[in-house]
C-alpha cells in the first residue's frame, strides 16, 4: 500500500503546502488525504479505498437513530387548537398545571426546571426523541408571563385584567427565518410546520419598523445631560444606520453601494466578520473539551476583551459614535464597555444592523408556549407550575462517602431529583441510571435558570465544597437582579399612541469626556459611560456572606447583620437610571382583538441595594435581604419613582393607568464579561454524569435567539451528539427531527382553522393566512422545510 520510490517533493515542502492548503479553508477531506499521499506515502488506489471505507461508516453514523427513538419515523403532533377550547379561550389560560398532589417522578425520564421558550423548545425537542419529559415551573405560568396578582378580581381592574398575561421577558426576536429553522422541529404538527405559530413584525411600515430606541445622556448634544433618543428600525437595515449616524452624530456619509466615509459602516462590518464565527463558538459549548481546537475563532478571540478597547481605536475622534454603538452592544446589562465582552458587544449589533429588524409571536409568549407545551405532553411529559425548588438531591452513598473521608473523592453522584420548599421530593428512582447502550443517561437533569442558580442555590454546601464549582465561575459575578413593574393601561395601543418599540436609557454609555493637549494636540480618551467609582457594593467575603451562600432560599440573610454593610450606590433615580419600557400588547396584532380596549406595560429596572446586597464571594453573587416588595414602604416609594419616570417618557399615559405593581427581584444570570466567556466550566454538561445546565449563561442573556440556541445546545448535548456528527456530519437533534418526522399538510392548503391565532388587523380586511403573504421569511423557512 505504501510507494516504494521516494516522496514526489521534499517533505519540508509538502509540509508548507499543507499549511497553505488549511490557511485557505480548504475541506478536512482533501487536507487528510494530501497528508497520507504526501507525508504517509500511501498508494493512490489505497487512498480510493480509505475514502470508500469512510464515507460508509460515516454515512452509517449520519443515518443512526439517536436517544430513545424507536424508529425513523416520529409521529406527528396535533395542533393545541384543535380541542373542544376554541382558540381564544386557550390564549387565556396559563401553560401548564398547577401542583396539587405529589408528583410521581417515575413516569418520566427528564426532569427540566425553570419556564419560558428557553425551558419549553429543550422539553419539546427531547420530548420529539422519545423522552418523557417533566417540566417544573416556578411561575404559575410556564411560559414565563406574569398576571396582575394585587388587584381583587371584584374591582373593574381586576375584571378587565384577570386573564391578561403581562411577557416581561426578551421576546423580541431576530433573524426570524434562522429562529424559525430552529423552532420548526419543534413546533412540526399534522398540519403545519411551524406548529400553526406566525411572527409579526414590531412597528409599522409607516415608521420604517421601529423597534428600539435609546436614550444615552449627551449621545448627540452638547450638553452631557441631555438626552435624545436615537431610533433603530428595519427598514434600511446598515445603510439606515450609517445615514443617521452621519445626520445626527457626525459621522461620514456612506457611498452610494459603499461605506463610504462612514466610520460606523466600517465599524459594523468588523463586527460582522468577528461575528461570523460565533456558532462555531458556542458549538464549544455542547462538544467534548478535547474536540475544542476544532472550534477556534476569532469570535473566541474576541470573546476575552472588552469592548472599549475597540470602540477607542475605531472611534478615536468621535465620542458620539462611542456612545452610540456602546448602547447598541449592551442594552440588556448596565455595565459600561470597558467591562463589557466583545463577544456580547458583536452579537448584539449584528441583531440590530441586520435589516430584518425584531418579530414577536402573534398571540404573545403564551401562544408560542402553548404550541412547545402540546408537543410535551403528547409525547407523554407534564408540565407543572408553581413549583419552588429548594434544592437538587444526589446519591447519598456518594454524599456519606464524602464525609467519612474527605480525602478520598469518588466519582461526582448521580442527580436524582428535587426537594421542594415544603420538603416535598420529586426523585427519580436510582435503579434507573443509565441506559444499556451506555451512550446516554436514563434519568436526566437539566436546570435552565443558569450557573449560580444551580451550583449556589439548589446545590447543598457539601456537594457544591466536596467535587467544586466549573472551571472559572469563581472568578465571575453574578448580574444584579431585576424589578419587574407592571402597568394596566386603559385604552389600545392606537387609541395611546404607542409602538411594540422597547425605549432604553442607558447611562453606561454615557457621552465620554475627551481632553486635548493645547500644547501638543494630543486627545486623551474619557471613559464611555463615567469614570469608576469605588466598589461600594461589594462586601468582602465574611461569616455573613458565607451564611447567606449556604442558607435556605427564605432564610433571613446572616445572623451577624453588622458585618453587611448598607451600598447607597446603586438606586434607582427618575430620568437617570437604566431602565427597559416595554409594551407587550402593542407587539401583538392580535391582542386587541381578544382582550378589548386595554394595554399592558412593562418596566424593567435594576433592584436597588435596599431589596438585595452583592456579597464578594467566589463566584461574587446577589442575596436578597430581609425586606420585601410587599406591604413595602421602600417598594411603594421606588414604584411611585418608576411611574414618574414612565410619565416623563410616555405623557401621554398619566391619566391612563388603571393599576401598577411590582414583582421580583428576578436573577439574571451571569454578567456579560470577558471571563464569562473565557471560563472552561461554562457548558451544557457538568461534572455530575446526568445533570445539565441551560439558560442564556450559555449564549447572550436578554435574547430571545440566545435563549433558543442554548436550549438547542442543551438538547444535543444530553442526546449524545459528538464532535464528528457536529463538525464533520452536521448532524445535530434538529437535522434527525427533519428527516424522521412526519411531514405536515403542504403549505399552501395551510388556512386560517390552521394558523393558532386568527386576526384581522383594524381597518384591513386581512386575515392571519394573508399576514403570512408579509412574514416572508416565515414563508421562507415552511418553503424550505416542504423541500
Request: charged content about 25%; some cysteine; hydrophobic content about 35%.
Amino acid at each position: 500500500p505504501f510507494r516504494q520510490n521516494g516522496p514526489p517533493i521534499a517533505r519540508s515542502t509538502s509540509i508548507v503546502i499543507l499549511f497553505m492548503m488549511q490557511r485557505n479553508n480548504v475541506s478536512w477531506q482533501v487536507l487528510l488525504l494530501s497528508s497520507l499521499f504526501l507525508l504517509v506515502g500511501l498508494q493512490p488506489w489505497v487512498l480510493v479505498v480509505v475514502v470508500a471505507i469512510f464515507h460508509r461508516l460515516l454515512e452509517k453514523r449520519r443515518r443512526k437513530v439517536m436517544g430513545k427513538m424507536d424508529s425513523p419515523e416520529i409521529p406527528a403532533i396535533e395542533p393545541y387548537y384543535r380541542g373542544s377550547i376554541s382558540k381564544e379561550e386557550k390564549l387565556f389560560q396559563p401553560v401548564g398545571q398547577q401542583l396539587t398532589d405529589d408528583l410521581d417522578a417515575t413516569k418520566f425520564d427528564t426532569m427540566i426546571l425553570g419556564e419560558g421558550p428557553n425551558a419549553l423548545y429543550t422539553a419539546a425537542l427531547l420530548s420529539r426523541t422519545g423522552r418523557k419529559v417533566l417540566v417544573l415551573s416556578s411561575r404559575d405560568d410556564a411560559s414565563g408571563c406574569l398576571n396582575l396578582e394585587y388587584c381583587k378580581d371584584s374591582t373593574n381592574v381586576g375584571k378587565l385584567f384577570r386573564q391578561v398575561p403581562f411577557d416581561v421577558e426578551s421576546s423580541n426576536i431576530a433573524r426570524v427565518a434562522r429562529q424559525q429553522e430552529l423552532l420548526a422541529p419543534a413546533l412540526c404538527t399534522s398540519t403545519d410546520h411551524q406548529g400553526g405559530i406566525r411572527f409579526a413584525q414590531i412597528g409599522s411600515e409607516a415608521d420604517g419598523y421601529v423597534f428600539e430606541i435609546l436614550s444615552i445622556p449627551g449621545m448627540g448634544t452638547s450638553k452631557p445631560d441631555d438626552e435624545i433618543p436615537f431610533v433603530l428600525r428595519a427598514h434600511g437595515g446598515m445603510n439606515g444606520l450609517m445615514d443617521d449616524a452621519a445626520a445626527l452624530l457626525g459621522d461620514g456619509w456612506p457611498g452610494l453601494d459603499d461605506i463610504g466615509n462612514s466610520l460606523s459602516g466600517a465599524y459594523i462590518v468588523a463586527c460582522q466578520s468577528m461575528n461570523s464565527s460565533a456558532s462555531e463558538f458556542y458549538m464549544s459549548k455542547a462538544i467534548p473539551e478535547s474536540a475544542k481546537d476544532f472550534s477556534k475563532s476569532t469570535y473566541q478571540e474576541a470573546s476575552i476583551r472588552y469592548a472599549s478597547g475597540f470602540l477607542d481605536k475605531c472611534f478615536p475622534l468621535n465620542a458620539h459614535l462611542r456612545s452610540l454603538f456602546s448602547g447598541i452592544g449592551m442594552k440588556g446589562e448596565n455595565i459600561k464597555p470597558s467591562k463589557t465582552s466583545m463577544a456580547a458587544h458583536v452579537s448584539n449589533i449584528c441583531g440590530a444592523v441586520s435589516g430584518e429588524g425584531m418579530f414577536y409571536p402573534i398571540g404573545g409568549t403564551r401562544a408560542l408556549c402553548h404550541a412547545l407545551a402540546t408537543v410535551v405532553e403528547q409525547c407523554g411529559g407534564k408540565i407543572v407550575t408553581g413549583v419552588n425548588c429548594k434544592e437538587l438531591i444526589f446519591e447519598e452513598e456518594a454524599t456519606s462517602k464524602i464525609m467519612k473521608d474527605e480525602t478520598v473523592l469518588p466519582d461526582p453522584p448521580l442527580c436524582l431529583g428535587v426537594k421542594l420548599m415544603d420538603d416535598r421530593k420529586v426523585v427519580f428512582p436510582k435503579d434507573k441510571a443509565k441506559n444499556s447502550n451506555n451512550d446516554t443517561f436514563e434519568n436526566v437533569v437539566v436546570t435552565t435558570s443558569g450557573f449560580i442558580d444551580t451550583y449556589i442555590r439548589y446545590m447543598s454546601p457539601d456537594i457544591r465544597q466536596a467535587y467544586k464549582v466549573p472551571r472559572g465561575l469563581p472568578a465571575l459575578t453574578e448580574r444584579r437582579p431585576h424589578f419587574k413593574v407592571l402597568f394596566a393601561l386603559q385604552g389600545t395601543a392606537e387609541n395611546l399612541n404607542i409602538t411594540g418599540a422597547d425605549f432604553y436609557r442607558l447611562p453606561h454609555a454615557s457621552i465620554a469626556f475627551d481632553e486635548v493637549n493645547q500644547e501638543t494636540g494630543a486627545v486623551t480618551l474619557g471613559v464611555i459611560g463615567g469614570k469608576d467609582e469605588e466598589r461600594q457594593g461589594a462586601e468582602s467575603t465574611s461569616d455573613a456572606a458565607a451564611d447567606a451562600l449556604s442558607a435556605e432560599p427564605s432564610a433571613e440573610i446572616g445572623k451577624d447583620k453588622a458585618k453587611l454593610k448598607k451600598s447607597s450606590r446603586t438606586k434607582y433615580y427618575a430620568g437617570e437610571s437604566w431602565v427597559q419600557i416595554s409594551f407587550p400588547s402593542a407587539k401583538d396584532p392580535s391582542f386587541a382583538n381578544r382582550h378589548g380596549d386595554i394595554s399592558t406595560c412593562v418596566v424593567t429596572i435594576e433592584a436597588d441595594d435596599e431589596f438585595v446586597t452583592l456579597f464578594d464571594t467566589k463566584p461574587a453573587v446577589f442575596v436578597a435581604t430581609k425586606k420585601g416588595i410587599e406591604n413595602s414602604e421602600a417598594a411603594q416609594r421606588l414604584m411611585e419613582r418608576v411611574k414618574k419616570d414612565l410619565i416623563n417618557s410616555f405623557p401621554q399615559l398619566e391619566n391612563n393607568i388603571l393599576h401598577c405593581e411590582m414583582r421580583g427581584p428576578f436573577s439574571r444570570g451571569l454578567s456579560h464579561t470577558p471571563e464569562r466567556f473565557a471560563a472552561k466550566g461554562i457548558r451544557a454538561d457538568t461534572a455530575f454524569p446526568n445533570l445539565f445546565v441551560g439558560g442564556s449563561d450559555l449564549t447572550v442573556g436578554d435574547s430571545f435567539s440566545g435563549a433558543i440556541v442554548s436550549g438547542w445546545l442543551t438538547a444535543n448535548t444530553i442526546m449524545g451528539y459528538t464532535t464528528i456528527d457536529h463538525v464533520f456530519l452536521k448532524k445535530s437533534i434538529t437535522s434527525d427531527l427533519e428527516r424522521f418526522i412526519e411531514s405536515p399538510a403542504d403549505y399552501s392548503e395551510v388556512g386560517n382553522e390552521d394558523v393558532a391565532v386568527p386576526y384581522v388587523q383594524k381597518g384591513l380586511n386581512q386575515s392571519a393566512e394573508t399576514h403570512d403573504e408579509h412574514q416572508t421569511s416565515g414563508e421562507k423557512a415552511d418553503s424550505k422545510k416542504d423541500k
